[in-house]
């Protein structure tokens, strides 16, 4: 089983282009000093949304129950390689997020219907910027058949978010992230039924205006359970 299954760190030394912006859905009108960008996500990818009216609900929604059956009992489990070094993912957009960890073709055990998904890392970011802006390491949990080239969000959220400092190079800010999910996977986009195998992969994307000088992922583990 250990053949068919690839794990791959990925440094991301990509550039990114304006076109890149723009198809993230990055919204530059007026960011505010200080502030970071709402973002609103689909399934399949997420866009920063800049001097957005707070969506505050006075009364949360009524939780949905997802029964599944019991358990086949496989686990699986994933450390990045060596354990605790850095990995760079600056330069990540909301539409090409840069890839930290990448697990392919992930034997799905018969009977399963459901996975929980688990990852949790150190995230580090530094900005160089004296303009008052703020910037943040957003990260996505994400899944797909093996068969298809869709990813698909699982979970998603902030990381971390740095002010810029007053003067250019400021500190180096440190945080401990997780991201969980449970997926039906008969649900997942490019097929039908219950996949024989599954991908998953940690990505980071930068939100906000200060200019990032460092943003990288360490000591990763990524867990699934079927």
Known sequence: MTSALKVSLLTTS???????????GMDTRNPKPGTLPDVEC???????VYNATPRIYAVLADPTLDTIGPPAGQRFQW?????????SVMGGTFATPSEYMVVENIPVPLGSTHAT?????????RVNSVNGYTSGSFGFLEIKRSTSTVWEIADQGYALAVPSSSTPGGP???????????????????GSGVP??????????????????????CGGLVQVDF
């Open 172 to 190: 180096i800010w440190f945080t401990k992230a997780s991201y969980h999910a449970l997926e039906n996977l008969a649900t997942l986009s490019g």
């Open 196 to 217: 024989n195998s599954i991908d998953v992969r940690v990505a980071f994307a930068e939100g906000g205006a200060a200019t990032v000088e460092q943003h990288a992922a």
């Open 14 to 24: 990509m550039l990114v282009a304006t076109s890149a912006a723009l198809a993230g």
């Open 79 to 87: 450390r990045s390689n060596p354990y605790g070094s850095c990995v």
């Open 117 to 125: 998904l688990n990852t949790s890392l150190q995230v580090k970011l």
């Open 42 to 48: 689909t399934r399949t990818q997420c866009k920063e």
